[in-house]
């Protein structure tokens, strides 16, 4: 429920979602699902603009990436047979764990889960393990497309909180999720206190590996960990040019976070995630090692 | 703002302030009191309706993203029932401009306008169909049977969640107004082998409907039994 609501706008056309956007960028909010917005009950806004006639709900492989569109519903992903397998599966499994509820699966959508929730979503981490990027289209109707992490360290995502209207000056048109040059091993763990709830921490990993099945790209993140989702350089950096054993992924797991100040809220202290994330790289680890 | 919401089964409009949820509408103008209000914040699922062929929570749902689409509540089912051909009409419709040859239009008038958006915005009553109205589906007779309901608050999600899920594996049609023909939105073939729907898919599909008095067993027990019943009258 928006209290102070008093306009609802369904463009069909992104020139004309933008021009309304950028007329009351403050007030205005763009809608997608809504179950993020509409559960929020935010006081600020007083118009929004609901951007499900689109025709962004696609997805689809291009040049062997794979495309979602930003109003593409998460369980619209969840049954899509092309994206069962795509990067052993950790994308449909992270929709799934996403929420329980069909019902909000069917609601929630992919640039939702990004704009919205990005802080403590568990795709979060299975985007930034898979340098994921977005398209997008500022007000200037000019087409950009950029690196997820980028798009996450822009100054209106980084001072953006609830309640400040806008995230960023335009429109999420599109994720692209480059497919892992094989062969590659890419898992995703997680911990949380019952199925239902969000995750205290999740991580995810995708691993790629030349002809000696030695470690050549490396990308680990952590969601719900710090403040924001972060890759681990630390550690990506130490397994480059390693060959996944269990005595190196015990060694990875033995590096630990010192220099990741660990989130604080109400599902679990610094202390636990602290100690908890060295357990899950460990078994994330081992994940790609049975995948490999 | 005024809103066109095909009502199962009958085209309505209303006029509503731009943040009404389509649960206050629902309640609160169209008398659909089957969706009941629960958390508002899309945990429960006791608002749960079926929008365009999917199960979505009223709550966090403004009635406005509902305009020109299709919307089926519990109280939808008789008109489910009556649309599968269950239940005959009780009455019929006189025939209309274009459907008899004998009444054509009067050339020299002009054609009237319509904001329908649907394709066959006829509207079903209880007193064309009475009969559907004393029927029971068979989701709803498997609660019955099974004793699957206690306080009942959750039923209608539940039910609801059913009806759509057996829609998505093709074991009923959902009915349309927005559609010339019933589209048949699952996958299963008739005659096709193999096992119904597993415990896991009902547990999932109902994961988003909460019970407060904890009967999760007796309903999952409910739609196996519904979908036995449904499959073996195909």
């Known amino acids: 429920m928006l209290p102070n609501l008093r306009k609802y706008y369904r463009p069909r056309s992104i020139e004309a979602t933008l021009r309304l956007l950028s007329a009351n960028p403050v007030r205005c909010a763009v809608l997608a699902g809504g179950t993020h917005l509409l559960a929020s009950s935010r006081r600020d806004v007083e118009e929004v603009v609901d951007i499900s006639a689109l025709k962004l709900k696609m997805v689809k492989r291009k040049n062997g990436d794979v495309c979602i569109g930003a109003t593409a519903t998460l369980q619209s992903i969840l049954e899509n047979p092309r994206l069962r397998k795509f990067a052993d599966g950790i994308l449909v499994e992270a929709c799934h764990r996403n929420s329980v509820s069909r019902m909000i699966r069917n609601q929630r959508t992919m640039g939702g889960e990004i704009c919205a929730n990005w802080k403590r979503s568990d795709l979060a981490a299975i985007l930034l393990a898979l340098n994921a990027r977005v398209k997008l289209m500022n007000f200037s109707l000019e087409e950009k497309e950029m690196l997820i992490s980028d798009f996450w360290s822009m100054p209106a995502f980084r001072t953006g909180k609830k309640g400040s209207g806008l995230v960023f000056p335009g429109l999420l048109l599109e994720l692209i999720l480059p497919t892992p040059a094989p062969p590659f091993a890419a898992a995703y763990v997680h911990v949380e206190q019952i199925e239902s709830q969000p995750s205290f921490v999740s991580s995810a990993a995708v691993l790629e590996f030349d002809e000696n099945r030695q470690c050549g790209e490396a990308r680990v993140a952590l969601s719900s960990f710090a403040d924001v989702p972060c890759r681990l350089p630390r550690l990506e950096s130490f397994l480059k040019g390693k060959t996944l054993t269990p005595e190196s992924i015990e060694s990875a797991g033995a590096l630990g976070f010192d220099e990741i100040r660990p989130l604080v809220d109400s599902r679990a202290s610094g202390t636990y995630r602290q100690a908890v994330a060295p357990v899950l790289i460990r078994r994330l680890l081992g994940r790609c090692l049975k995948r490999l | 703002m005024k809103l066109t919401i095909a009502l199962n089964g009958e085209e309505r409009e209303f006029d509503v302030p731009a943040n009404t949820t389509l649960l206050s ?13 629960g958390c508002e914040t899309g945990e429960c699922g006791a608002c749960a309706v079926i929008v365009d062929g999917r199960i979505v929570n009223a709550c966090i749902l403004l009635a406005a993203q509902a305009d020109e689409r299709e919307v089926i509540t519990l109280e939808g089912i ?12 009780h009455v019929e419709r006189p025939p209309t401009a274009g459907a008899d040859p004998a009444i054509q239009p009067n050339p020299s008038e002009p054609p009237t306008e319509s904001r329908s958006s649907f394709q066959n915005p006829a509207a ?38 059913s009806l759509a899920l057996f829609a998505e594996k093709g074991f009923i049609n959902l009915p349309s107004i927005k ?24 547990r999932d599909a109902l994961a988003g409907n909460l019970c407060r008095c904890t009967g999760y067993v007796k309903p999952v027990d409910a739609v196996l039994k519904a979908a036995e019943k449904l499959i073996t009258e195909r």
Request: proline share 7%.
């Open chain 2, 124 to 161: 079903f009553s209880r007193e064309e169909h009475p009969s559907a109205y004393e029927l029971l589906h068979p989701v709803q007779q498997a609660f019955v049977d099974t004793h699957a309901i206690q306080c009942g608050y959750c039923t209608p999600g539940m039910i609801l969640s």
């Open chain 2, 179 to 202: 559609r010339k023909t019933r589209v048949r939105s699952g996958r299963r073939k008739s005659g096709s082998k193999g096992p119904l729907l597993s415990e896991q898919e009902i």
């Open chain 2, 25 to 37: 509408l629902l309640r609160g103008q169209a008398n659909c009191f089957s969706v009941k209000h």
């Open chain 2, 78 to 89: 008789p008109w489910i029932l009556a649309t599968l051909n269950a239940v005959t009409p």
